[in-house]
Each structure stands twice: as C-alpha cells, then as structure tokens.
C-alpha cells in the first residue's frame, strides 16, 4: 500500500486516537473531582459519629479501610506487590514511617471535627500546598523562585493572622499541613502504588487499631456498637477513606499537574463553607483576613507555577 493510500487510514487512526485520549481525560477529571468532593464533606461523616470519639473512629476507620483495600486489591490480583512491600525491609520501615504520619493526620482531623474547629483544619489544608514547597526547600534543597518566595511569605502572614483571629497558634492547621506535608514526601521514598501503599500501612497499624476496639468494648461496653445506625457509619468510613484515594489515582494519571493543583483547593472550599454555614463555627474579621491572605498566596503560587509549566510545554 502506498503512502496515499495509507493517508485516509492514517488520518482515521489519529482521530480514533484523539477521540480517546478526551474521554480518558473526561474520566479523570470526573474522577478527580469525585475524590475532591468527597473529602470535602468528609466532616459531615465524622460529625455524625462525635460520640464514637477521635481514636475509635480512626481505629474503626483503619479496619475497615484495610478490608476494602483488601477486596481491592483481591480484585485486581495486587497480592503480589503487597508480598514484595512486605518482604521488604527498606520499604517497610519508611511504611512504618508513614503509617504513624498519616495516624497523626487522622487523629487531629477526626479531633477536629468533634471539636467543633472544621475551619482551622480547612485553613490547615489550604495551606498544605505551600508547606510542600518548604519541605522541598529545606529537606531537598530546592530553591524558589520570587513568586513563589512571596506567596510563602504571605502565608506566613497569614498564619500569624490567623493566630491572632483565634487567641492561640493554629497548631491543628499546622499540624495537619505538616504531618500531610511530611506523610507525601516520606511515600515518595517508598515506591509503592496508592492502594499497595495504604493497604500496607493500615496493615502496619491494624492490629493497634483492633487492639484499641477490643479495649474499648471490654472498658465501656459494646456502646456505639450496638447501634445499628452508628455501626453502619463506621463502617462507611472504610470506603469514605480508600474510595477517594483510588478515584485520585486514577485521575491523577490521566490529568496535567495543573489541572490536579487547581482541583486540590476544592475540599478545603467545601470544609470551610460547611464549618461556617453547617456547624455554626465563628469567622471573625481577623480569621476572614487570614482567609483571604491564604487564598491570595495560592493564587500567587498556582499562577507562577502555571506559567513554568507553560513555558515548559512551548
């Protein structure tokens, strides 16, 4: 055949192509939307279950996340991967790592809700973005160039502000920043999938986790346990948990970095309204001022790092 006559097939074959590559990327950005979404309102789970308390409901929603990554994984013939992490010394100490960080970060979030400081802890994932950028300045030596410079020091103003529109340092703000901060770059170094890197984690701390709900049942009864309708809710904190993060993995391979950075402000957006417009928390003018440094600094910084991927692409 020669080539004119190759032409038209050629030429169907690109479009059959293209055609494909828009709904891959359609179904990604669902996806990623998907998880955005749900991790938004992820405090109305945890307000429900308040009188469970922080450390049973993350005991609970470990188990639990470990049986649907389990199933998952099952499905899609991942217990080789799960075999090699787990025969691995190396890896498994940076897991372990990992593991205690993302504890952390569950622990204080969870608390957070019951405490009634959703807004503290959106201001703490609003902010996680730029804490990223300083790891990456003081552990790796990355330097930064003036806007993102000025969009951390805004930030810093900001989280003075904030700390003055409180009365206190916003210590669960900048816990959750970096302890999430930390948990993201400690995972680099592990080498692991998503689901293989959670399902090893929550294997690390599952027996602490039903350690910890044997403990509670033999001190206080079967208690929440016993109610069918808080039974039901703690067990939806497993898919609450793992569901969002597959959704993410999928679309985060289908998508541009850009696309990801700017959909990553969509869950802290959604705790901050409903902290305000569901709990009844208090924004005084300080903590709005905060606020609006907060997302000026993200704007500064989504801005210029769009511009170097743009430059990139030319």
Not at 83 to 99: C, E, G, K, Q
Not at 140 to 154: H, K, P, S, V, W
Not at 227 to 236: G, R, S
């Amino acid at each position: 055949m020669t080539l004119p006559e190759q032409a038209p097939e050629l030429a169907a074959q690109s479009v059959t192509t293209r055609q494909a590559d828009a709904v891959d990327k359609q179904r990604g950005v669902v996806a990623a939307l998907s998880a955005y979404l749900l991790w938004g309102f992820l405090p109305i789970l945890f307000h429900l279950l308040e009188q469970a308390g922080s450390v049973l409901i993350v005991a609970e929603r470990t188990l639990w996340s470990l049986v649907l990554l389990g199933v998952f994984i099952a499905a899609t013939a991942g217990f080789s991967d799960i075999r090699s992490v787990l025969a691995d010394i190396r890896r498994m100490r940076v897991i372990a790592l990992s593991a205690l960080l993302l504890v952390c970060n569950w622990l204080l979030y969870v608390w957070a809700v019951e405490t009634g400081q959703v807004l503290e802890a959106s201001f703490g994932y609003f902010i996680n973005p730029l804490v990223n950028v300083a790891i990456g300045m003081v552990l790796l030596g990355e330097r930064q160039n003036r806007m993102q410079t000025i969009a951390i020091a805004i930030a810093c103003v900001a989280i003075l502000i904030q700390a003055a529109g409180i009365g206190r340092v916003p210590l669960i703000a900048l816990g959750l920043a970096f302890s999430f901060g930390f948990y993201g770059f400690i995972r680099k170094t592990a080498q692991t999938g998503p689901a293989t890197g959670l399902f090893a984690e929550t294997i690390v701390v599952a027996p602490l986790a039903m350690g910890y709900v044997v403990y509670d049942i033999v001190r206080n009864g079967v208690g929440v346990h016993a109610d069918p309708t808080m039974m039901l809710l703690l067990i939806a904190t497993g898919p609450a948990t793992a569901v969002p993060l597959l959704l993410f993995a999928y679309g985060v391979r289908r998508l541009r970095l850009t696309t990801i950075g700017m959909f990553q402000y969509l869950a802290p957006s959604i705790q901050f309204l409903l902290a305000i417009l569901m709990f009844g928390e208090e924004l005084n003018p300080l903590r709005l001022l905060s606020f609006a440094l907060i997302w000026l600094s993200l704007i500064v910084f989504s801005w210029d790092s769009f511009n170097q991927r743009r430059r990139l692409a030319v």
